[in-house]
């Protein structure tokens, strides 16, 4: 990892200086944030590819390379379950590169049996919502800068899914699920704040030059039901019936990338059709609340981080709702 970081800061004058946009895909070292990484590499952009397992992630990096050989593949570890890391991916993201066009908030998990990040939130949360919530928002100084000085708007992407659907309204009584915990329940909810967040998300940044947006990629074969005993086995079976991953990524990759949708923002697409989503999700004052919720239970990570010797910088921290806009 150090090799690679000092490799990847000799390459930070070039990246800033040549006029390449450079695209965050979290997740990215398999499934369909490896694919969408492959394709915006291909279509020029400068890609950082985020994910927890060094050697996973090497490959990944080393695969867009392969695919893609004019194009800068850096990467950057960090594992969801700690908002600390999230902190540490904005700090060390931000001390690399001097613009951000793309931010795909790709990554994403299942678990069958209830556990908690480091933090002690319940970890669907955490994970599918928390960390791309922060680390949206620690980007979002550099997103808006990005769209300006470029002139055309940065893009948050955020990959939701149709099961977003499922739940008739966000749990604000029990958001760790600590009443009655079931897989499909929490992830179907922390996919519904990722639809609330993105619409949230839009409406606060209407005026400025970055847009948000939702999707679902389709049903796609990856390993995202491999901690579920059951559904590891199944989806052997049912493989024949999904999209590949490389098709699963077109939907993010279009999101991004489109002309078309260079002013489209708080939308939610199906694979590459808009669609409106759950109309929950559309609620303002459920996204107010939750982006209330979350910059509570994410403040207490930068509080514990400032506490500390080796903790972000002043620079590094992020405003409350009233003054972040
Ligand atoms: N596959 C589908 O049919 C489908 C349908 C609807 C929505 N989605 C969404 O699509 C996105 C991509 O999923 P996928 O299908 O490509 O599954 P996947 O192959 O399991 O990819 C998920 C990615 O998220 C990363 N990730 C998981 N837990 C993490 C953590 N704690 N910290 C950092 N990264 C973590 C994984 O990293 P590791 O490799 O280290 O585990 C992996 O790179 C997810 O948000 C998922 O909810 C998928």
Same mark, same amino acid.
């Given at each position: 990892?150090?090799?690679?970081?000092?490799?990847?800061?000799?390459?930070?004058?070039?990246?800033?200086?040549?006029?390449?946009?450079? +695209?965050?895909?979290?997740?990215?070292?398999?499934?369909?944030? *490896?694919?969408? +990484?492959?394709?915006?590499?291909?279509?020029?952009?400068?890609?950082?590819?985020?994910?927890?397992?060094?050697?996973? *992630?090497?490959?990944?990096?080393?695969?867009?390379?392969?695919?893609?050989?004019?194009?800068?593949?850096?990467?950057?570890?960090?594992?969801?379950?700690?908002?600390?890391?999230?902190?540490?991916?904005?700090?060390?993201?931000?001390?690399?590169?001097?613009?951000?066009?793309?931010?795909?908030?790709?990554?994403?998990?299942?678990?069958?049996?209830?556990?908690?990040?480091?933090?002690?939130?319940?970890?669907?949360?955490?994970?599918?919502?928390?960390?791309?919530?922060?680390?949206?928002?620690?980007?979002?100084?550099?997103?808006?800068?990005?769209?300006?000085?470029?002139?055309?708007?940065?893009?948050?992407?955020?990959?939701?899914?149709?099961?977003?659907?499922?739940?008739?309204?966000?749990?604000?009584?029990?958001?760790?699920?600590?009443?009655?915990?079931?897989?499909?329940? +929490?992830?179907?909810?922390?996919?519904?704040?990722?639809?609330?967040? +993105?619409?949230?998300?839009?409406?606060?940044?209407?005026?400025?030059?970055?847009?948000?947006?939702?999707?679902?990629?389709?049903?796609?074969?990856?390993?995202?039901?491999?901690?579920?005993?059951?559904?590891?086995?199944?989806?052997?079976?049912?493989?024949?019936?999904?999209?590949?991953?490389?098709?699963?990524?077109?939907?993010?990759?279009?999101?991004?990338?489109?002309?078309?949708?260079?002013?489209?923002?708080?939308?939610?697409?199906?694979?590459?059709?808009?669609?409106?989503?759950?109309?929950?999700?559309?609620?303002?004052?459920?996204?107010?609340?939750?982006?209330?919720?979350?910059?509570?239970?994410?403040?207490?990570?930068?509080?514990?981080?400032?506490?500390?010797?080796?903790?972000?910088?002043?620079?590094?921290?992020?405003?409350?709702?009233?003054?972040?806009?």
């Amino acid at each position: 990892m150090s090799k690679l970081r000092s490799a990847s800061a000799a390459n930070i004058g070039m990246l800033v200086s040549g006029m390449r946009r450079v +695209a965050l895909v979290t997740g990215a070292s398999t499934g369909i944030g *490896l694919e969408t +990484a492959h394709g915006l590499a291909q279509r020029g952009f400068s890609v950082v590819l985020c994910g927890r397992h060094a050697q996973r *992630l090497e490959g990944a990096r080393t695969s867009v390379q392969a695919i893609a050989p004019s194009a800068e593949a850096q990467s950057i570890q960090s594992d969801f379950a700690s908002l600390a890391q999230v902190h540490n991916l904005a700090r060390d993201f931000l001390s690399r590169f001097h613009r951000l066009d793309v931010l795909i908030n790709n990554a994403g998990t299942w678990v069958p049996k209830r556990r908690e990040s480091v933090d002690g939130h319940e970890y669907t949360f955490a994970v599918n919502h928390l960390a791309p919530f922060l680390l949206t928002e620690l980007l979002l100084p550099l997103l808006k800068e990005t769209g300006r000085r470029s002139g055309s708007p940065s893009r948050v992407v955020f990959v939701s899914s149709r099961l977003h659907r499922r739940p008739s309204e966000f749990p604000f009584g029990d958001v760790h699920n600590q009443r009655r915990y079931r897989g499909i329940v +929490a992830y179907a909810q922390s996919k519904l704040a990722n639809v609330m967040y +993105a619409n949230e998300l839009a409406r606060r940044m209407r005026n400025t030059e970055v847009t948000s947006n939702s999707l679902h990629p389709g049903e796609v074969a990856t390993h995202i039901v491999r901690h579920h005993p059951i559904l590891r086995h199944a989806i052997r079976f049912a493989r024949p019936f999904l999209q590949d991953p490389a098709r699963g990524a077109k939907p993010s990759i279009f999101v991004a990338t489109s002309p078309e949708l260079k002013q489209t923002t708080g939308a939610y697409f199906h694979a590459c059709k808009m669609r409106a989503p759950n109309p929950y999700a559309q609620r303002e004052d459920a996204q107010d609340r939750l982006r209330a919720l979350c910059v509570q239970l994410t403040r207490a990570s930068q509080q514990t981080l400032l506490e500390r010797p080796s903790g972000p910088t002043q620079e590094n921290s992020w405003t409350t709702p009233s003054t972040s806009s």
